[in-house]
């Protein structure tokens, strides 16, 4: 090994250059060992950036983090002595050794946040794409359990696991297929003794991510080109973590609300009075719907931005037909461009006289093989290029249609063993903040599809501007979620997909896309059977984008195709997610602002199951939706056998018959027309009055379930749904408390936010769990009476609209059960 050189750098905020003997605050700090530069800031005290490279360091860039996060430096203490260099955020300690640029970092409390596997360090290897192909190796403590990674197939924690980033066309994946369709390397590291940290590893290039699979307790991670840029976080807790990375790479920005109700598409309904058929039948049955989504066929010879004249002769007619019937309209726009020379087809004679397509080894463009037969590819790493494509939106936003659809965007191609563009296609990085290139595929495909998205949400915000606009991607990386939601892609349908799309969807949840779903009842293989299809909507019900879409060989996969049997359950759980908006909608907009995802692992919400021993039994089948509601599917659709549930702690309730439930493990017999879900106690549970589409006014009071219990509370959450209108005050936040007291429950509304008027005038409130009759109900002076169900345990009381801060006090006399 050659001697190391040690040398502090410049520094923005250091006072003196020369290496300092006692400790010194700088911005940044940087060292040269082995001919490797390393580099760490702290954005924020509990973010540490640690940047690397085989000689100088690269330029400073992301697709992920913004310039102004990336600029930003917290004052890092940083103390040297003979052997090494301690920096100190005051929250995160990072100890150098000097001669090997080993690496440890700390927590404030010591514990290891991070650390190279023993004897190892950062390491750069020659790839046969770029230069210097670096290779991290971290110890892997025993009680770390790892999460993140994206939709990855397999189970929930990645560790004794491999993964391969690099964003895939996985048509019918199975549990080990590998890679899929999306690339995001952010980690969440939760351990059984109780500490948090996470690992986003900025890179685009093509990466691996060993979790103690090949090398026993060594976190491998490496990639094909490019340096090193990655953000080591502390937390408290799991959710400091959460938070800290979309603080990072950005949170979703707030859907409109029609995104969260049942959404009803196939690969296609293949004419106008296909679709239309589809939308009476919906209205028919009385399912509730608020989308319906127009696959490929619906375009002139898969072209994308056309419209097949003969299926789709009156598309404008078909929107307010649908929204007639309260649905809206999505449609598919993938981002091949058919290569139709001289055939008046705009985008392709557009977008080629400026130039706007990736370009070939040859420089010419880029022409391969997709749904349109020959297509081209836009450049959408330039900024330029993304406005363009924003603009073909344009007819269709006048149309009315409500959200577009990115799918082939890894970017697929047909008719090649790797299924995407040659490496040595060429884009042009364009980007402001980042030096103005060309940069060959490699660098680019994992930013791909997140850059499409991208191009579709600006463009529609700029066509119309006063609406959210509705995105769901196929493809994407870190940060994506700025644009657009996303689904898992093509499934089957088996019970392991509808088991795997549990994991899946956690770890989607955890890694920044909030709005996620899998395709409901599986995309390809054989039908569904009756029963897969009753339980995934059941399940589908209770995770954040709820979408049925099959395959065009399957049969027809609507509610209603098994009989009134199965129409009756699958309309029972389609109703339950809409009387529960009012909930899911709060969610929506708390991870607008906080990242907190709406579908969580059990552990999010109750680190200390990770400390049990039992925690991957915990989380990996069952799931919470938000902080109160865990939803505990059986394992094993097929089996009829009972299967155990364990719920953290005790005194739960039933979420179906409001009842409590004894004890904290629990045995249930699988049964179709019912899926165990259990709420917290200490939940305030808003729900409205049944309708069939977000667009309607519920009727009736806005119902408010109390299941008393410790740290009790809810939040209710609204606004016009549907644009902007919330920024500038128009909505309506409140929160809600409860307090067990020895002779009385209290409950209080805390005073409204915002100005938004809500659809009720006034609320029921229902109360689980009571033992007997209350003496006596009071809201501030006045008494009023309520409703006691002694056989169910209910206390029922209407209230007018509490607009102000108001106290409920329900007087037992006796203890509360
Ligand atoms: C891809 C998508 C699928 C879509 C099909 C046709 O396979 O993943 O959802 O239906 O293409 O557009």
């Known amino acids: 090994m050659k001697r190391a050189a040690c040398l502090l750098l410049c520094l923005a905020g250091c006072a ?13 700090y940087e060292i040269v060992g082995n001919g490797v530069t390393l580099q760490l800031s702290a954005p924020r005290a509990d973010i540490l950036r640690i940047r690397a490279a085989a000689g100088a360091l690269g330029e400073d860039a992301s697709w992920a983090v913004a310039a102004g996060i990336r600029a930003t430096t917290q004052p890092l203490s940083v103390t040297e002595d003979a052997a090494g260099i301690t920096l100190d955020t005051g929250q995160l300690r990072a100890r150098i050794d000097r001669h090997s640029l080993h690496l440890r970092i700390e927590d404030a409390a010591g514990r290891v946040v991070f650390e190279d596997a023993p004897g190892t360090s950062l390491s750069f290897g020659r790839s046969p794409l770029a230069a210097a192909a670096p290779t991290l190796r971290l110890a892997m403590p025993d009680d770390a359990h790892y999460f993140g990674l994206g939709d990855k197939a397999g189970p929930l924690d990645r560790r004794g696991q491999s993964f391969a980033l690099w964003n895939t066309d996985a048509g019918d994946f199975t549990p080990t297929t590998d890679p899929l369709y999306k690339s995001i390397p952010f980690l969440l590291v939760a351990r059984e003794s109780g500490s948090s940290a996470g690992l986003f590893v900025d890179t685009p290039w093509r990466s691996h991510f060993d979790f103690g699979r090949s090398e026993r307790d060594t976190l491998v991670i490496g990639a094909e080109g490019g340096g090193v840029d990655c953000y080591v976080m502390t937390a408290p807790d799991p959710k400091g973590i959460v938070r800290a990375y979309a603080w990072l790479t950005g949170t979703p920005p707030l859907a409109p609300l029609w995104a969260l109700g049942f959404q009803q598409s196939r690969y296609s309904y293949l004419d106008e009075s296909a679709a239309r058929g589809i939308a009476d039948r919906l209205r028919a049955e009385r399912i509730p719907a608020d989308a319906l989504y127009l696959d490929i066929d619906y375009q002139d010879r898969n072209r994308p931005f056309t419209v097949s004249k003969s299926a789709y002769p009156d598309l404008a007619g078909l929107v307010a037909r649908l929204s007639a019937q309260d649905l809206r309209l999505v449609l598919i726009t993938d981002p091949h461009i058919a290569r139709a020379p001289d055939q008046g087809y705009a985008p392709y004679d557009s977008g080629l006289a400026q130039g706007y397509f990736v370009r070939g080894a040859d420089g010419r463009p880029l022409v391969a093989e997709v749904w349109p037969g020959p297509a081209v590819f836009p450049d959408f790493t330039r900024p330029d290029v993304r406005s363009w494509w924003g603009g ?27 299924k995407t563009m040659p490496l040595d296609a060429v884009h042009r990085i364009a980007e402001p903040g980042l030096a103005a290139r060309d940069a060959g595929h490699a660098e680019v495909h994992n930013v791909y599809g997140m850059l499409n998205s991208r191009a579709t949400y600006e463009g529609l915000l700029k066509l119309s501007p006063a609406q959210r606009p509705f995105v769901l991607t196929r493809a994407s990386y870190a940060g994506g979620q700025k644009y657009a939601a996303t689904w898992t892609g093509d499934n089957s349908s088996s019970w392991s997909h509808l088991r795997q799309s549990v994991p899946q969807l956690v770890n989607l949840s955890l890694s920044g896309f909030s709005l996620a779903g899998a395709d409901i009842g599986g995309f390809a293989g054989s039908a569904a059977s009756p029963d897969l299809l009753t339980r995934w909507i059941q399940v589908g019900a209770f995770t954040p984008l709820f979408r049925d879409h099959a395959a065009k060989e399957k049969p027809a996969q609507e509610p209603w195709v098994d009989g009134e049997a199965h129409t009756a359950i699958r309309r029972r759980y389609i109703e339950e997610r809409y009387r529960l908006l009012p909930y899911l909608y709060a969610l929506e907009e708390e991870s607008s602002r906080s990242g907190l995802p709406l579908m969580r692992p059990v552990f999010l919400e109750f680190p200390s199951v990770l400390a049990s021993g039992e925690s991957l039994y915990f989380s990996q089948d069952q799931f919470m939706l938000g902080p109160d509601l865990l939803v505990a599917p059986p394992p094993d659709g097929e089996s009829a056998g009972a299967y155990r549930i364990r719920l953290p702690g005790e005194g739960w309730y039933d979420y179906w018959t409001g009842q409590r439930v004894s004890g904290a493990r629990l045995v249930e017999t699988p049964r179709i027309d019912r899926l165990p879900v259990f709420v917290r106690p200490g939940t305030m549970l808003p729900r409205q009055g049944l309708v069939q589409s977000t667009r309607q006014r519920p009727q009736g009071p806005l119902q408010i379930d109390v299941y008393p219990g410790p740290d009790c509370g809810g939040q209710l959450y609204l606004d016009d749904g549907e644009s902007f209108a919330y920024r500038n005050g128009d909505y309506l936040r409140q929160a809600l408390h409860c307090r067990i007291g020895p002779q009385a429950l209290a409950i209080d509304f805390d005073a409204r936010e915002g100005r938004h008027r809500p659809w009720w005038t006034d609320i029921t409130v229902i109360v689980h769990g009571q033992a007997g009759q209350p003496a006596r109900i009071r809201l501030g002076t006045r008494t009023l009476a309520g409703d006691y169900d002694a056989a169910q345990g209910t206390l029922r009381i209407a209230l007018p ?14 203890t509360q059960r």
């Open 801 to 814: 609209d509490l607009p102000a801060a108001a106290s409920l006090r329900i007087e037992t006399g006796a």
């Open 16 to 28: 003196q250059a020369a290496a300092p003997a006692a400790s010194v605050r700088v911005g940044r």
């Open 392 to 418: 073909l939106y344009t007819d269709f936003v006048r149309a009315g249609v409500a959200g577009f659809w990115n799918d082939m965007n890894e970017p697929a191609i047909f008719q090649r063993r790797d």
